[in-house]
């Protein structure tokens, strides 16, 4: 198990991939965290990638199931 974990982190921190989601779809996180990351000049939603400082919090905060 310890190693499947590892190789699931090491490929989420390699992804370069990037999702896009609304104030609404981030419900739940952190204002500063959201402060942290880039928005999308065109539709103004955040721009979040698959590594662990992006990732994680969404993961533990956000109170949107689909965005999780």
């Given at each position: 198990m310890a190693s499947?974990?590892?190789d699931y982190s090491t490929h989420l921190?390699?992804?370069k991939r990037k999702l896009?989601?609304?104030?609404?779809?981030?419900a739940g996180t952190?204002?500063?965290?959201?402060?942290?990351?880039k928005k999308n000049e065109e539709n103004g939603k955040y721009i979040v990638g698959l590594s662990y400082p992006d990732y994680f919090p969404?993961?533990?905060l956000c109170n949107v199931s689909s965005t999780r």
């Open positions: 499947l974990s590892t921190n390699e992804e896009e989601f609304s104030e609404e779809e981030m952190p204002e500063d965290y959201r402060g942290g990351l969404i993961m533990k």
